[in-house]
Nanobody, 127 residues
Framework: QMQLVESGGGLVQAGASLTLSCAAS?????????MAWFRQAPGKEREFAAG????????FYGDSVEGRFFISRDNDKKMVYLQMNNLQPDDTAVYYC???????????????????WGQGTQVTVSS
């Protein structure tokens, strides 16, 4: 089992930056998992925002956040981060951390591939 706990959400103005954190715990080896951030706005489907391979050597971003969001991880601390820059009202959503057991460098965009999920953290961007 693996538990994921997100933090760092909040209310910000357009153009601001915010960094989300995801702390992993449990019996499973954190470094055996690709990690990702998904987001879900009210009335919309869950959307892939960013993902990072188990080693941290490869990262992949959704089209809507490319160039503004940056994902990183610290395997020693069992942490994943999402740095979000130039936030816009369309970025308003609940952000979820997710883990996919995978020892290759593939990062899946599909939420169906991810076995473990956090409870989510709300990010609200005002105009």
């Amino acid at each position: 089992q693996m538990q994921l706990v997100e933090s760092g959400g909040g209310l910000v103005q357009a153009g601001a930056s915010l960094t989300l954190s995801c702390a992993a715990s449990g019996r499973r080896s954190f470094s055996s998992f690709a990690m990702a951030w998904f987001r879900q706005a009210p009335g919309k489907e869950r959307e892939f925002a960013a993902g990072i391979s188990w080693s941290g050597g490869r990262a992949f971003y959704g089209d809507s956040v490319e160039g503004r969001f940056f994902i990183s991880r610290d395997n020693d601390k069992k942490m994943v981060y999402l740095q979000m820059n130039n936030l816009q009202p369309d970025d308003t959503a609940v952000y979820y951390c997710a883990a996919d057991y995978r020892l290759n460098q593939i990062i899946s965009r599909s939420h169906l591939e991810y076995e473990y999920w956090g409870q989510g953290t709300q990010v609200t961007v005002s105009s």
